[in-house]
């Protein structure tokens, strides 16, 4: 007889409760799920970041690596951002193509400190683009040549006999050598050889020996 009297008191209050609930959505009313993000409007998010990188290598200009590692950290934030959406590989698919444009104007241009840049970029939006390792080798092969400075001369004119002064920074290694070298005579570990005095003294002809090229390496720029 009590249950019966609590259930009694309690039911009333459960079925209020109950009735004050809302209830449920009309499904018709559900609104529909916002649309996917096209192509162009992720490109343009990938595009944002790159701004800075883009103005500096149309100016002929490297890239800091404080610069580079920030942007990467913000392109790595767009890719999570639409992560999973079907346009998400088109729009890196058509930012890599822009990238390898640039990518290109560069190494036509002999900037291989901006080819690097750009490979970098390509890297991240096509990691399997077939012009990429190509590309790389020959940037860095590039960037870390012995840079050879003006000459300059001495003639022993009793003898006849000239000795050229040429400085060799080497950039994979840091360092700078001072060299005395005659013609015919290889310098700097052989990795050149001097095979003329240009007119008077006026410049040098050289060989890189390990790539088979010839450098012409004038005391004043030709007019």
Known sequence: MKRVLVLALVLPFILVACSNEPPPPDPAETPPPPPEPTVTEIAKEFSNPLGPIAELLKNGQAVPPEMSAQVFQQLKAVEAKFNGKKNLPGAKRECASAVEGVMKQAEAVEFWSGVMTAADL?????????????????????????????????????????????????????????????????????????????????????????????LDIMRRERE
Do not use: M
Request: proline share 6%; glycine share 8%; hydrophobic share 30%.
């Open 122 to 214: 390509l890297a991240f939006f096509d990691p399997g683009n077939p012009s990429l390792g190509p590309s790389r080798e020959h940037a860095y092969k590039e960037l870390t040549r012995p840079r050879i400075s003006k000459p300059s001369f001495i003639t022993d004119k009793e003898n006849n006999v000239t000795t050229v002064f040429l400085e060799v920074i080497f950039p994979d290694r840091g360092v700078t050598k001072n060299y005395q070298v005659r013609e015919g005579e290889d310098f700097a570990d052989g990795r050149f050889r001097l095979l003329k005095i240009i007119g008077r003294n006026q410049g040098v002809r050289i060989l890189d020996v390990q790539d088979s090229k010839e």
